[in-house]
C-alpha cells in the first residue's frame, strides 16, 4: 500500500518581490548629470535646437562656433586707425551613436507556467533598461574624459600632468576643497559638479566625519558641491578615488530618434512612440511595437512545444545620443571647464 503517487506535489508560489536582486540597477550618476544639464536655465544647447536635433535622423548636425583667438594686441600708444580683428568661425559637428534593445513575449506561454507575464515583463524591461543606462553612463564618463583639461594654472600642492591632477593619500582630506581655487586658476568660477567613483563617496563620507560638533569642520569642502556617483568610473593601480570636476553649464545630452517614432506612426499591427523607461533619468526612448503569429514552440522548451502557431508581442527601444561639452578650438592653450582628479591609495 502507498500514497506515493497522490501525494501533494511541491508547492510554488509567484512572489515577484523575491528575485528584485536579479536586476538590480547601479548607480548611473554620469548620465544623470549630462540629462540634468540639458535641461538647466543656463544648458549650453538652447530648447529649440534640442527639438530640431531629436528630429534631425538622415541628416548631419552642426552647430556654427567661433574659435579661439590668440593674436589680440593690447598697444601703448592712440592711433586715428583702429585695425581690424576678425574672429574665425567653424562648424562643430554632433557625433551620434544609436543605442538599441528590446524583447519578445509569447502571452500564451504563461497560460501553464507558474511564472505570470506580468512577472516576466516586468523582469525583461528592467534587465534591458538596465543595460541600456549603463551603456549610455560608459559614454557619459567617455565624454567627461575624452574633454579633460589639459591646462592647470593652479596645481596647489598636487600634481598635475597629461590631463590628471594626483593628490597624494596624505591630502585625499583637500582633494575637494581645493577644487574651487584650482577652476577658479582657469577662470572657471561657476558652481562645481563631482562625478566620481565609490572611491570619492567614500571620501565625502569621511569629511562628514570632521563636520561642525568633531574636531575639525570639513563640510565646507564638499558641501557647494552638486555630487553624482557612478560604477563606470575605474580607479588606476594605486588609486583610491577618481572623479570628474565640472563647472556647472557646459554639458548636455543631444537625443534623436527615428523617423516613425517622431511621427508617432500607427499602420496596422505596428505602433512607434516615445516612452520612458527605468534608470535613464528622465531621457525618452523611442518604442516600436508589433505583433506577429508564427511558430513559437521553441521559444521556452517543452513549456511552449505545443505553440506551433502564436501571437508574439514585439518590444524595440532605441536612441541616438550625443554627449557633448562646451566648444573649445584650443584645448591645448585654453583650459576647459573639466578636471580629472585621481587620489592615490
Known amino acids: 500500500m502507498s500514497l506515493v503517487l497522490t501525494r501533494l506535489q511541491n508547492w510554488r508560489m509567484e512572489n515577484p518581490e523575491f528575485d528584485k536582486n536579479m536586476t538590480r540597477p547601479g548607480q548611473y550618476g554620469a548620465l544623470n548629470f549630462f540629462a540634468e544639464q540639458t535641461k538647466a536655465g543656463n544648458s549650453i544647447i538652447r530648447p529649440d535646437v534640442i527639438a530640431r536635433a531629436e528630429a534631425s535622423i538622415g541628416n548631419t548636425v552642426q552647430i556654427p562656433v567661433i574659435d579661439y583667438d590668440s593674436t589680440v594686441t593690447v598697444a601703448n600708444t592712440r592711433t586715428c586707425t583702429v585695425a581690424d580683428d576678425e574672429n574665425t568661425s567653424a562648424l562643430y559637428t554632433v557625433t551620434f551613436v544609436t543605442y538599441a ?37 560608459i559614454a557619459a564618463v567617455t565624454a567627461l574624459d575624452a574633454n579633460k583639461t589639459l591646462v592647470l594654472n593652479e596645481a596647489l600642492n598636487h600634481t598635475f600632468a597629461s590631463g590628471v591632477l594626483s593628490v597624494a593619500n596624505t591630502d585625499w582630506d583637500n582633494a575637494i576643497g581645493d577644487l574651487n581655487a584650482m577652476m577658479g586658476s582657469n577662470d572657471y568660477f561657476g558652481g562645481i559638479h563631482v562625478i566620481g567613483n565609490y572611491g570619492t563617496e567614500s571620501i565625502i563620507n569621511r569629511l562628514a566625519q570632521y563636520s561642525t560638533y568633531n574636531e575639525a569642520n570639513k563640510t565646507l569642502t564638499y558641501q557647494d558641491k552638486t555630487l553624482h556617483f557612478t560604477g563606470n568610473i575605474a580607479n588606476g593601480t594605486g588609486q583610491r578615488a577618481t572623479f570628474y570636476a565640472v563647472e556647472d553649464g557646459n554639458v548636455a545630452l543631444f537625443t534623436r530618434y527615428d523617423r516613425e517614432t517622431v511621427r508617432g506612426t500607427k499602420s496596422g499591427d505596428h505602433e512607434w512612440s516615445k516612452v520612458q523607461i527605468p534608470f535613464l533619468g528622465g531621457v525618452p526612448v523611442g518604442c516600436h511595437y508589433y505583433t506577429a503569429v508564427g511558430d513559437q514552440s ?35 592653450t585654453v583650459a576647459n571647464p573639466i578636471l580629472k582628479v585621481e587620489v592615490a591609495a
Do not use: Q
Not at 502557431?309 to 584645448?331: I, M, R
Open 101 to 137: 534593445t528590446g524583447f519578445t513575449m509569447v502571452p500564451a506561454a504563461y497560460m501553464n507556467n507558474e511564472i505570470s507575464y506580468e512577472h516576466d515583463w516586468r523582469r525583461k524591461m528592467e534587465k534591458i533598461a538596465r543595460a541600456l543606462a549603463n551603456a549610455l553612463d
Open 298 to 332: 521553441a521559444i521556452a522548451g517543452a513549456a511552449t512545444d505545443d505553440l506551433t502557431c502564436a501571437v508574439k508581442e514585439y518590444f524595440g527601444f532605441s536612441l541616438d545620443a550625443a554627449f557633448v561639452v562646451a566648444y573649445n578650438s584650443s584645448t591645448a
